[in-house]
C-alpha cells in the first residue's frame, strides 16, 4: 500500500509559476507509475501528465503541454509537478496518483493523494 500527500498549491497570479509535491510512504514506490490529475469544479478529473517508474518517460496532456513538466526521485520517493506560464484555466484540485498501469485514465490508479488547491487569479 502507498500513501500519497500533496503540497505546495495556493493562489497564483496568471503568468506564475507553482510547483507542487507528492511525497510517498509506504512499500515499492518504484513500482508504479505516478501521475497528476486536476478537478475543476463541476467538471470531471482531468489527466494533467504522468512519469514512468524509473522517470524516464513523461507524458503530459495537450492542456498543459510545454508549461508544465513532471519529475520524480525515486531515492526521495517523491514526484513533483512544475508549473509554469499558468492561466485562469489551471484553477482546481491537483491530485497525485499511484497506479501499476501507463495510464491517463483515473480508474487505471490505485492510490491517491488528498489533494492540493491551485487556484490562478487573473
Known amino acids: 500500500q502507498v500513501q500519497l500527500v500533496e503540497s505546495g498549491g495556493g493562489l497564483v497570479p496568471a503568468g506564475g509559476s507553482v510547483r507542487l509535491s507528492c511525497g510517498a510512504s509506504?512499500?515499492?514506490?518504484?513500482?508504479?507509475?505516478m501521475a497528476w490529475f486536476r478537478q475543476a469544479p463541476g467538471k470531471e478529473r482531468e489527466f494533467v501528465g504522468h512519469i514512468s517508474k524509473n522517470g524516464g518517460v513523461t507524458l503530459l496532456g495537450i492542456s498543459v503541454k510545454g508549461r508544465f513538466t513532471i519529475s520524480r526521485d525515486n531515492t526521495k520517493t517523491t514526484v513533483w509537478l512544475q508549473m509554469n506560464n499558468l492561466i485562469p484555466e489551471d484553477t482546481g484540485i491537483y491530485y497525485c496518483?499511484?497506479?501499476?498501469?501507463?495510464?491517463?485514465?483515473?480508474?487505471?490508479?490505485?492510490?491517491w493523494g488528498q489533494g492540493t488547491q491551485v487556484t490562478v487569479s487573473s
Open positions: 509506504g512499500r515499492s514506490f518504484t513500482t508504479y507509475t
Open positions: 496518483a499511484a497506479g501499476q498501469l501507463y495510464s491517463f485514465l483515473p480508474h487505471d490508479y490505485e492510490y
